[in-house]
């Protein structure tokens, strides 16, 4: 009885979009990873075996979400956030070390990555913190508790260290904007990135009159609207200020290898045998697909293993390079439809509680997606963080269903809440 | 405002990654060829050379294996050095340079340590291969001469150069290429056709199977296997005799036009232009500016043809009615053809008939008769065009259409030729009059002379001489096949080959005679001139002999030059006597004349062309000689004294 209720209410356009991407994925997957000319048979112990696996175990945790009494992800929001805070914290002890990372845990042939876990966490709790009617975002202090849900899992995933993971995290300011958050929190954002990626671009002292001019022009504009010059003044000296701390920081803060990354992106004289090398090799097995693509399973640059970690952060090379253009388009639509829908559901919600979590879910996917596939195509640096669905790992498969079940789950309840 | 933000940058941000993604994909094309370089390996697959066979089927040319030496740095470990280099001879810094050399290559991919090791040297490293980590050996085909003799027949194989790669794509750097002689000629037959294999690597240039299952991948095709129209035995019978001279022997089979032997002197081992010393010395054979061994005389050389040309003013003679076989002159002997103006005449004189005036060669006879020939017309210069149009068809005067690569034209000059010559007018029959005994302005290369004997062999017609007998798997080109049908008739050719034959038997070919044997043949004796430290000077005559035989049914024609040989039967005439006994009877009666001829060397007459001043060739100075150029002579002393007074004088004027 109940599952007929639940089959009627859940957003099956939603799911259909996710079985997609998670078959065209798996597909994906098995083409990166059968090795080549041999006799075929199904070899669960590879890795497209293994992701087959994967899959087949979100099935009952999909059926748990959607039998569970919705009430509870609200209810032990805390809690969930609480065990995801442990478990970060409890990485320092038991985690295992790979590429130089403590982000994981090991058991036997098992890895379980758990801030891929934190995210939905996080979220969750965020939602909840937002549902009171009393929190205005409007206000400071209202702020500075919504900052530090988001804060304190950054804190700890940066110690790992693992920046691309704790970036995910910092996009959720667009859910807090959303819920009020002053706009210029997001100018703020905006005006450091281009500065800083400008400071790195022309000299400090190019960038610094260039603003000052502009500025001094929009103040002239706009004085009629009586803006105290003081902010004028005070605004020019935070950007400059921070316009020569980004040289000072990138000659002096960042590691080699971030360097390495910065310049890749920006162009600059790089090897490409060594810190140039997964850059060149992705842009070349996307590049070479071409408008079709060189057909499913024939491509050269997957075969030859030319691309790193295709399977993982470099899937979506594999899509380009055999499917073409064509296929990115569709993959790229059928990502875009699900963020939308998500958004459009979120929209729709009755409770401030379904409403955030959507927008959460949606700005996490929408943000791997876009950093995961910028990066591809030196559009954005190099920073390691999976194409939801798509990407090889139980970890990630299982962290991103949980995240959009618990969605639908929601979802599906609006009706017969309160 | 707040609730659009996001889902616009959604879709802002997706556009950008492709836009991003339609430049990189179908705009930029860079990425598609770096993908090619990064995955696909092109392997050629390169089939054996064909062989090449003489024409009773004997083998001639045939492949030998080599072996590359092949090292991949990254797998060298652990050698013993010097064992190593002790085994292939190499020192050690030769060693650690080429291992140096090959990892900037790749220090992944085998690249090549030492070419070209033969059969023995080979064996004394494959016995000890396995304790050398990261060396390989690649087998490739070399040619294999099972003669000594031939070497301007068959040419060489050489590596293909950047030009002959642009000019023509199926070649790859590092390819081998036939060079001269039938090696260039039927180099496609020989060749065959290399097989094309597309491979998947990866990232470690490992192979990892076949690209698109093989469907663009082509199978080599063997090259096929000439038969010469050479006699091997013949060919090496004719560089034995020419050694120590200069010249060169044609010998063609009348009835088809077949080349029997195409001899040219000095010449080379062929085996010199293989394996690892081939650079080496081809060079000293290209750098060999004074017997020049790589020039092919039989085909390159034109010589004025001398007396053997009067067999076609004769010809010409009949043919146009100025003469017959009852004609008479009267020689002095010598001929008076103008004020003053006299041509000698070895004959012994009197009234002199075509017969006698060709097995006594009789110059007063042709130039009378060609005399003859160019007043007939009304105008010398109507004259001179019937004369030259007949002598083209014997193929004179352009290239024969031969198959083998390089060729001279030879000359017969026109009417043309003399109006841009005497602009003004003015030449008459007896201008040109020493065309008719083949001085003057014509000139012919050894094979047109060969070609002419059996042109008067079949009495009439030839075929284009060709050196190809048969290729395995293909017809030979139907213009060797084409018979050639000159302007004269049939019927004179009998009173010629008459005389022909009485050369041998009362004429300058008296003594060279086989038994059993009808050869008809003609002596020639060119007069030539070269010009030594800037003066044009008279050289020795060149010795040329042109031959047939039997007289019925004729098998070979010859046509034989000793340069600076003097009289036509000194030696051009044994020669050419002993190749066609040799062809037609396997066995040479005539010992005595065989040793002289085997043994006779003409290298005092070459050295006349090159004087001491030739820095290449500087003779060695005597002890006497060294002293005299210590001692200044009386003059050079009396010089100097002159030189310091004028100096001193000059220097004296300056204070």
């Known amino acids: ?418 | 405002m707040r609730k659009t933000l996001l889902p616009t940058i959604i879709i802002i941000t997706s556009v950008i990654l492709l836009a991003r993604l339609f430049y990189l994909q179908i705009i930029d094309d860079t990425l598609k060829i770096k993908s090619e370089n990064n995955a696909i390996k092109i392997k050629y697959d390169f089939p054996e050379r064909g062989y090449i066979y003489d024409r009773n089927g004997k083998l001639l040319v045939a492949n030998q294996p080599s072996y590359d030496i092949m090292v991949v740095p990254n797998e060298v470990k652990e050698i013993d050095t010097l064992e190593f280099c002790r085994i292939l001879q190499i020192t050690k810094p030769e060693f650690l340079e080429k291992i140096e050399k090959a990892k900037v290559y790749s220090p992944r991919l085998p690249s090549l340590f030492l070419a070209q090791l033969n059969k023995m040297e080979f064996a004394g490293f494959q016995e000890k291969i396995r304790k050398y980590n990261g060396f390989y050996i690649q087998k490739r085909a070399l040619r294999e001469y099972q003669t000594k003799s031939g070497a301007n027949v068959f040419g060489f194989i050489t590596q293909v150069n950047d030009a002959i790669i642009a000019k023509q794509p199926y070649y790859k750097s590092g390819d081998l290429i036939g060079q001269q002689g039938v090696e260039q000629a039927y180099e496609e037959d020989l060749r065959g056709v290399k097989g094309v294999k597309y491979i998947l690597k990866d990232k470690h240039n490992r192979e990892i199977g076949s690209y698109k299952e093989g469907k663009f991948d082509t199978i080599a095709k063997q090259g096929s296997d000439l038969t010469l129209s050479i006699d091997g035995d013949l060919q090496k019978y004719g560089e034995e005799l020419m050694v120590n001279k200069r010249g060169g022997i044609v010998a063609i089979e009348p009835s088809t036009g077949e080349i029997l032997a195409l001899v040219t002197a000095p010449s080379y081992d062929p085996a010199l232009l293989v394996g690892r010393q081939r650079s080496k010395n081809y060079t000293k054979l290209y750098n060999d500016s004074i017997a020049k061994p790589l020039y092919d005389r039989g085909l390159l050389g034109e010589f004025p043809p001398g007396s053997p040309f009067k067999i076609l003013t004769g010809l010409v003679g009949l043919q146009e009615g100025v003469i017959d076989e009852e004609t008479s002159f009267s020689c002095g002997p010598g001929f008076y053809y103008g004020r003053g103006a006299f041509m000698k005449c070895h004959c012994p004189g009197g009234h002199i008939k075509l017969n006698f005036g060709i097995y006594k060669s009789c110059n007063t006879y042709f130039a009378n008769t060609y005399k003859r020939t160019i007043e007939k017309y009304k105008k010398p210069k109507d004259g001179v065009n019937a004369w030259a149009n007949h002598l083209k068809s014997f193929g004179l005067g352009n290239f024969m259409g031969y198959d083998l690569p390089t060729g001279r034209k030879g000359h017969i000059p026109t009417s043309k030729f003399y109006e841009r010559f005497y602009p003004n007018g003015g030449w008459r029959s007896t201008t040109i009059i020493s065309n008719s005994i083949g001085q003057g302005e014509v000139s012919m290369t050894p094979i047109q002379l060969a070609n002419m004997m059996a042109t008067i062999a079949n009495r009439g017609y030839y075929y284009t001489p060709h050196i190809i007998k048969s290729i395995k798997g293909r017809k030979i080109d139907p213009k060797y096949t084409t018979k050639h049908v000159t302007t004269i008739e049939r019927r004179h050719f009998d009173p010629i080959v008459n005389g022909l034959f009485d050369v041998y038997n009362h004429g300058t070919a008296y003594s060279l005679g086989v038994v059993g044997l009808e050869i008809c043949g003609k002596t020639g004796t060119a007069e030539n001139f070269a010009k030594i430290n800037g003066k044009r000077v008279q050289l020795e005559d060149h010795s040329e002999f042109v031959a047939f035989a039997p007289r019925i049914q004729p098998k070979i024609a010859i046509a034989v030059i000793v340069e600076n040989g003097h009289y036509g039967n000194t030696w051009a005439g044994p020669i050419a006597t002993l190749m066609i006994e040799k062809y037609l009877n396997k066995k040479i009666t005539r010992k005595d004349l065989e040793k002289r001829m085997l043994e006779g060397n003409l290298n005092y007459q070459y050295r006349k062309l090159y004087p001491s001043k030739d820095s290449i060739n500087k003779p060695k100075l005597t002890k006497v000689d060294s002293l005299r150029m210590k001692l200044k002579s009386k003059k050079e002393i009396e010089d100097e004294k002159k030189n310091k007074a004028t100096g001193k004088k000059k220097d004296s004027v300056k204070k």
């Open chain 1, 1 to 418: 009885m109940k599952n007929q209720d639940i089959s009627n209410s859940i957003d099956w356009i939603t799911i259909l979009l996710y079985i997609i991407l998670v078959i065209f994925g798996w597909m994906t997957i098995y083409s990166v990873t059968v090795p080549p000319d041999q006799e075929y048979t199904f070899d669960f112990s590879l890795n497209y075996g293994r992701q087959m696996i994967f899959m087949i175990i979100t099935i009952p945790i999909i059926f748990a979400i959607l039998f569970v009494d919705s009430k509870i992800f609200e209810r032990f929001s805390f809690v969930f956030y609480g065990i995801g805070i442990a478990l970060l914290l409890g990485l320092f002890v038991f985690g295992v070390e790979k590429k130089g990372q403590t982000n994981w845990y090991q058991f036997g042939g098992f890895g379980f990555q758990p801030s891929e876990f934190v995210k939905t966490a996080v979220a969750l709790l965020l939602s909840k913190y937002l549902s009171d009617a009393q929190v205005n975002l409007a206000k400071r202090n209202f702020q500075y508790i919504a900052f530090a849900i988001m804060g304190l899992p950054i804190v700890l995933i940066l110690m790992q260290p693992d920046a691309g993971s704790a970036m995910i995290f910092l996009s959720l300011i667009f859910v807090l904007y959303r819920e009020g958050l002053p706009g210029w929190y997001l100018w703020t954002g905006a005006i450091a990135i281009a500065t800083f990626l400008l400071a790195l671009i022309i000299k400090p002292i190019f960038l610094i009159s260039f603003i000052g001019v502009f500025m001094v022009i929009h103040y002239i504009f706009n004085r009629l609207i009586s803006r105290n010059p003081i902010v004028y003044g005070l605004i020019f000296i935070a950007i400059a200020s921070f316009a020569f701390s980004v040289s000072y920081m990138y000659d002096k803060v960042l590691e080699p290898h971030q360097k390495d990354r910065i310049n890749v992106l920006l162009g600059k004289d790089v090897n490409m045998k060594k810190e140039g090398y997964n850059l060149n090799q992705s842009m070349i097995a996307i590049g070479s697909g071409g408008l079709l693509g060189k057909g499913y399973l024939e491509g050269t640059q997957t075969k030859g293993g030319f691309v790193p970690e295709q399977h993982t952060d470099y899937i979506f090379t594999t899509v380009g390079e055999e499917w073409g253009f064509v296929g990115n388009l569709l993959v790229m639509s059928l990502f875009v439809c699900l963020f939308i829908r998500i958004l459009y559901l979120a929209e729709r919600q009755k409770t401030r509680f379904s409403r955030v979590y959507g927008y959460c879910v949606a700005t996490y996917l929408f943000t791997h997606f876009f950093v995961n596939i910028a990066m591809l195509i030196r559009l954005f640096p190099t920073i390691g963080v999976p194409l939801p669905f798509f990407s090889y790992g139980g970890s990630s498969l299982w962290a991103f269903t949980i995240m959009l079940f618990i969605f639908i789950k929601l979802d599906a309840n609006k009706v017969n809440e309160w």
